[in-house]
């Protein structure tokens, strides 16, 4: 590899709700059961907080509910733990599902000879239950949330622990993709060498375009795809 030529890859991270998990305004629902069982969103009109939940989709949940209640971190685990609850009743009453093409696409990523991480900025106990719900523990590599790296994004911390765990050789060997702000500027904070939205959660092609994303997709897989032509594959992986 010449110093001009793109490092191929040895790691993806990729974004649970919206990117690979269905969402279908869950987190939204469940945000709103935990408003009113805690009262953390009352100091704020309601339609300023449930936006400010959805521009800060992907985020982990205990900096959003901190924002919300004002910078008291006792309210806001108090909530977090509202919402968390709230999300598993949700999903016990609808039960969840992946995005259409996402188990196949990292699948594909698999067999390309890369390891997959998924990032979360659920609990852990929330994250499990999406994993196991859909069947995907053996699917992975990795599943992280905030409390596993330090910060929730979009800090690089749940990119750079994703490398650490995987034993990744460097940054630029590594690509990041979601469906939010946040998962981008997460990716571009951390160093990696490509970062990707998708269009299948939160977040419009402007805002994840005007992130710094190298590429928006309609969704998670059209990443390989895009992986190749930016010539980020290994030769024997594409094959």
Same mark, same amino acid.
């Given at each position: ?21 269905r969402d279908d305004g869950v987190v939204e629902s469940a ?13 704020? =009109? ?20 901190t924002h919300l209640a004002g910078g008291d971190r006792e ?24 995005? =259409? ?52 994004? =979009?800090? =690089? ?53 005007g992130a710094g994303a190298d590429a928006v997709l309609a ?21």
């Amino acid at each position: 590899m010449t110093a001009h030529e793109p490092r191929p890859l040895e790691l993806v991270v990729l974004d649970m709700a919206g990117t690979t998990v269905r969402d279908d305004g869950v987190v939204e629902s469940a945000f709103q059961r935990a408003a009113e069982r805690t009262g953390v969103a009352d100091r704020m =009109p309601w339609e300023d907080a449930l936006q400010y939940v959805r521009d800060t989709m992907g985020q982990s949940k205990i900096d959003v509910f901190t924002h919300l209640a004002g910078g008291d971190r006792e309210a806001a685990r108090r909530a977090t733990a509202a919402f968390e609850g709230a999300y598993a009743e949700i999903v016990a009453e609808q039960g969840v599902s992946p995005i =259409p093409g996402a188990a196949d696409a990292i699948q594909d990523l698999k067999d390309a000879g890369l390891a997959v991480v998924l990032t979360t900025g659920f609990a852990p106990v929330t994250r499990d239950a999406l994993l196991d719900g859909l069947g995907w523990r053996g699917l992975v590599d990795l599943a992280l949330s905030p409390v596993d790296a330090g910060r929730g994004r =979009p800090a =690089p911390d749940l990119v750079l622990t994703a490398l650490m765990r995987t034993g990744t050789s460097a940054v630029a060997a590594v690509a990041v993709a979601g469906d939010t702000v946040s998962d981008v500027e997460s990716g571009r904070r951390a160093g990696a060498g490509f970062v990707a939205g998708v269009l299948t959660g939160a977040h419009d092609f402007r805002a994840l375009s005007g992130a710094g994303a190298d590429a928006v997709l309609a969704d998670v897989s059209a990443l390989r795809g895009s992986l190749a032509e930016h010539g980020l594959l290994r030769l024997v992986a594409t094959s």
